[in-house]
């Protein structure tokens, strides 16, 4: 008995979504826009996240030493570094280094070039550059150089300078327009989609109110409710699965234009991202849709049965 | 086993009913008559339940139907079979289909929807149309197809709200004839129409609605207004 009404439910679901045609049509390209809406909005998330990340990968402190340190000084603040739970990385640049460096930054610059020969040894220090987790933590690694005992005396006396103070500036409104964006981010995501959301339910309730008749018609041939509101549902939850398909079709294209054009601008290849994410982006699409068309075709359909 | 009891039907402070009060017995035939805004199909929207009463009560088989619920009514409704003047089909199906609608509501099998649907459909002649949806059909193939599905669940009454008001004469007489068969084989009739022809033919009871009063209640009756 529940067989042969679900089968009914079902087929008589399928029919009236093809009968309907235009209609139906005109609910597929609704929960499409929603559909593409949806999975732009996760396009756009993980570009915004590639590109926070980059800018999150350019900020970092260098600690300068004064010059002629013993390695193994530098070696043991490296080590001391490299346990503090903030910081992902720390890299050592040696005297000769930053002196190759140097030149190297100022090879046209002949007068510089001089002055350096003139000077006749290395006037640079060695330094580390110390990478955090995260750009806020950049502040707690900077006061570790300054007011705790893990580092002795004689290991500050060879700090020349920490550079971060003079980033600090920097750093704080880079980290504050990160946490900011990210959270813009979602909630104009949240209001794109929410918007699109009510449209697509509006549209099947209008779907639904042109047969309000039918409704009626339904009921007083003796239907029970469940009976009447299944192939609405049915046909509710198709308009979402088709449309899952035809986003993903148009998704095609568009990332491939996107990853042609603008994988510098954006730093992740959307078509690549499309690729190697496609189950997940795909499911998210069906599921979505299902549960859109599916549930709009509950609420709009219930006023039509009481009594 | 349908009973009116003193009912009156607002619309508005507009009356449609008042004071109305009959009792139908199974098997009979009964035509109610009256102007258009008498308040026939007032009455036959309270049997349905469609409507409920300002005050009064209306009881089928002594059950009062405006206290019932959601599920007891969708029982009901299954003892009715209803034929409307503008059809009242499924637009999206195909004749058969309208018909295996009201069978597969109730839960019947497939088997006994394929035989019962082929069996009704050349009852009232429409099986070469069996695949035709309701707007490839003409005004008295749509009736023809509205009473069999309304007879196809063998219901114990069937009320025609002016079946016949958008037909020609040729069409109203077989629309007539065919209610008629219905009733001679036992199933309770209720017809409303203001059409003369169809009283003078059928030659049953007839109330005589006026105002939304019953002013005639005619055994063997003719059109009298």
């Known amino acids: 008995m529940f067989t042969t009404n679900l089968k009914r439910v079902i087929v008589s679901g399928f029919r009236s979504f093809v009968r309907s045609g235009f209609t139906s049509l005109a609910g597929v390209l609704v929960m499409t826009i929603t559909l593409f809406v949806i999975t732009s909005q996760i396009f756009v998330q993980a570009a915004l996240n590639s590109a926070l990340s980059d800018i999150k990968e350019k900020v970092d402190i260098t600690v300068y030493f004064i010059p002629n340190v013993s390695e193994d000084d530098i070696k043991e603040i490296e080590f001391a570094l490299k346990g503090l739970p903030e910081v992902k990385d720390v890299s050592y640049t040696s005297q000769e280094e930053a002196l190759n460096e140097f030149k190297e930054k100022h090879a046209n610059d002949f007068l510089t070039l001089q002055a350096l020969e003139e000077l006749g040894e290395n006037p640079l220090g060695a330094s580390l550059n110390v990478k955090a987790k995260d750009p806020s933590q950049y502040e707690s690694i900077s006061n570790y150089f300054e007011d705790n005992g893990v580092l002795s005396n004689s290991s500050l006396n060879i700090i020349d300078k920490i550079d971060y103070h003079d980033n600090k500036l920097i750093i704080d409104r880079l980290s504050s327009i990160i946490s900011k964006a990210e959270r813009l981010g979602i909630l104009i995501s949240f209001i794109l989609i929410l918007i699109s959301i009510i449209i697509t339910f509006n549209t099947i309730r209008l779907i639904i109110y042109m047969s309000k008749e039918e409704i009626s018609v339904m009921k007083l041939v003796g239907a029970g409710s469940r009976y009447i509101r299944g192939p609405f549902i049915v046909s509710g939850v198709l308009v979402g699965i088709i449309s899952a398909f035809v986003t993903t079709?148009?998704?095609?294209?568009?990332?491939?234009?996107?990853?042609?054009?603008?994988?510098?601008?954006?730093?992740?290849?959307?078509?690549?991202?499309?690729?190697?994410?496609?189950?997940?982006?795909?499911?998210?699409?069906?599921?979505?849709?299902?549960?859109?068309?599916?549930?709009?075709?509950?609420?709009?359909?219930?006023?039509?049965?009481?009594? | 086993m349908i009973y009116f009891n003193k009912v009156t039907k607002k619309y508005n402070n507009n009356t449609s009913l008042e004071d109305i009060s009959f009792t139908i017995t199974p098997g009979e035939f009964v035509s109610i008559v009256g102007h258009s805004g008498a308040g026939k199909t007032t009455l036959t929207k309270l049997i349905l339940a469609e409507e409920s009463p300002t005050d009064g009560e209306v009881f089928f088989e002594s059950v009062n139907i405006h206290k019932l619920g959601k599920k007891d009514l969708t029982n009901l409704r299954r003892k009715m079979g209803m034929v409307f003047q503008d059809f009242r089909l499924l637009p999206n199906k195909t004749a058969y289909e309208n018909i295996a609608f009201a069978m597969e509501a109730i839960g019947r099998t497939d088997k006994e929807i394929r035989e019962d649907v082929t069996n009704v459909l050349e009852l009232v002649g429409l099986t070469d149309r069996s695949l035709h949806f309701p707007h490839q059909l003409s005004g008295g193939e749509k009736q023809r197809l509205a009473i069999a599905r309304a007879i196809i669940n063998q219901p114990d009454v069937i009320i025609a709200d002016e079946p016949t008001g958008n037909l020609d004469p040729v069409n109203t007489n077989e629309i007539v004839n065919i209610l008629k068969k219905i009733n001679d084989l036992g199933t309770t009739v209720i017809l409303t129409t203001h059409n003369r022809s169809v009283i003078d033919q059928v030659r049953k009871r007839v109330i005589t609605l006026e105002n939304g009063r019953i002013t005639r209640d005619d055994k063997d009756g003719k059109y009298m207004i």
Do not use: C, H
Not at chain 1, 257 to 269: A, E, I, K, S
């Open chain 1, 249 to 307: 079709i148009i998704f095609i294209p568009v990332s491939i234009w996107l990853g042609d054009t603008m994988t510098d601008f954006v730093g992740v290849n959307m078509f690549e991202y499309f690729k190697s994410n496609f189950i997940q982006l795909f499911l998210i699409m069906i599921i979505s849709g299902v549960i859109i068309g599916g549930i709009s075709s509950i609420f709009a359909i219930a006023r039509y049965l009481r009594k």
